[in-house]
């Protein structure tokens, strides 16, 4: 059993973020797995300086430990270029040159708020060869969405099923360059794939939010002809607005709670009371825990933070 906790530095890790993580750790730890800490550092610009140091201080406050990594993603360029050629040789992504206005405007249908519109196919009638008539214009590569999408048993959901030609449609593995810059990187589906192939992670544990990308990424593992791992979706935390956890919330980052003096086994507690695992909130730590995780007993709504549950753990 292999399992990973794969932050991204785009931004300070937060409540949510705690939770999905704890939820990852107890499934692999608590059977005895092994745990890799994967940085997903490629999703320039919006990485910011000094959040992936902020973000092992975070997981250490906590407790939580791996035995492989960090693994940073932008070290690993040659990889994810290699897995690129790989679907070009088969044909089954192609240059495209439309921009995120083009899209927005042929887009007929509305669309998840994450989600973006389906793409329309503008490009779909290229081949890979015909990149070589594109060097004055920026391309990304966008993968050829089958008929048929992936269905797949989730390990919280039970079975799965979206359509990725409602949802996205043919979806971007290698993006286009910024503005300025030649060099251009791989999409976060693509990545995602080859490193847990490569690390050989054998349970995804993660929010709902990224419940679309799962298909996707099923169809790269079936490209690349590499074995999937379990997928495991878990409800996200919300706000009292009932929606996903923001600044609009207050401040639920990890490091004002602990520049704040709360201390983590309280928020073990309130975070392990969500989950089902403790009948009142009260101070654990993470090793107390192992026994007492189940999947079957998290609830299937999201978790309602509100500023009463984080008084009662001494913050605010
Ligand atoms: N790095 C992503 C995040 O922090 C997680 C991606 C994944 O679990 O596949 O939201
Ligand atoms: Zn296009």
């Known amino acids: 059993m292999i399992g990973r906790l794969a932050p991204s530095p785009t931004g300070a890790q937060h409540v949510g973020n705690a939770r999905t993580y704890l939820i990852a750790w107890l499934s692999v730890r608590s059977r005895g797995g092994r745990i890799v800490l994967r940085i997903e550092d490629i999703d320039s610009p919006r990485v910011k300086p000094g959040a992936e140091q902020q973000a092992y201080?975070?997981?250490?406050?906590?407790?939580?430990?791996?035995?492989?990594?960090p693994i940073l993603q932008t070290r690993r360029m040659e990889e994810y270029?290699?897995?690129?050629?790989?679907?070009?040789?088969?044909?089954?992504?192609?240059?495209?040159?439309?921009?995120?206005?083009?899209?927005?405007?042929a887009a007929s249908a509305p669309h998840l708020e994450h989600e973006g519109p389906v793409y329309p196919g503008t490009c779909a009638g290229r081949r890979v060869r015909d990149e070589a008539e594109l060097a004055h214009r920026p391309y990304c590569w966008?993968?050829?969405?089958?008929?048929?999408?992936?269905?797949?048993?989730?390990?919280?959901?039970?079975?799965?099923?979206?359509?990725?030609?409602?949802?996205?449609?043919?979806?971007?593995?290698?993006?286009?360059?910024?503005?300025?810059?030649?060099?251009?990187?791989?999409?976060?589906?693509?990545?995602?794939?080859?490193?847990?192939?490569?690390?050989?992670?054998?349970?995804?544990?993660?929010?709902?939010?990224?419940l679309p990308s799962t298909?996707?990424?099923l169809l790269l593992y079936q490209a690349l002809g590499l074995t999937p791992p379990q997928f495991v979706h878990v409800p996200l935390v919300v706000g009292p607005d009932g929606r996903r956890?923001?600044?609009?919330?207050?401040?639920?980052?990890?490091?004002?709670?602990?520049?704040?003096?709360?201390?983590?086994?309280?928020?073990?507690?309130?975070?392990?009371?969500s989950c089902g695992w403790l009948t009142a909130i009260e101070p654990i730590v993470l090793r107390e825990l192992l026994p007492l995780f189940r999947l079957e007993t998290i609830p299937r709504e999201p978790f309602v933070l509100t500023p009463e549950l984080l008084g009662r753990i001494g913050y605010g």
């Open 81 to 105: 270029r290699a897995a690129l050629v790989q679907l070009q040789r088969r044909e089954l992504v192609y240059p495209c040159t439309c921009t995120r206005s083009d899209v927005d405007r």
């Open 142 to 210: 966008r993968f050829r969405v089958p008929a048929e999408s992936p269905t797949f048993l989730d390990g919280f959901r039970g079975l799965t099923r979206i359509d990725l030609r409602q949802v996205g449609g043919d979806f971007v593995v290698w993006k286009t360059p910024l503005p300025g810059m030649t060099t251009s990187l791989p999409a976060y589906q693509l990545a995602v794939v080859v490193d847990d192939a490569a690390q050989g992670v054998t349970e995804v544990v993660r929010g709902d939010d990224l």
């Open 57 to 69: 201080y975070d997981l250490q406050w906590l407790g939580f430990d791996w035995d492989e990594g």
């Open 215 to 217: 298909p996707r990424q």
């Open 245 to 273: 956890l923001a600044k609009r919330h207050g401040d639920t980052r990890l490091s004002s709670l602990r520049e704040a003096g709360v201390r983590p086994e309280m928020l073990l507690g309130l975070l392990a009371w």
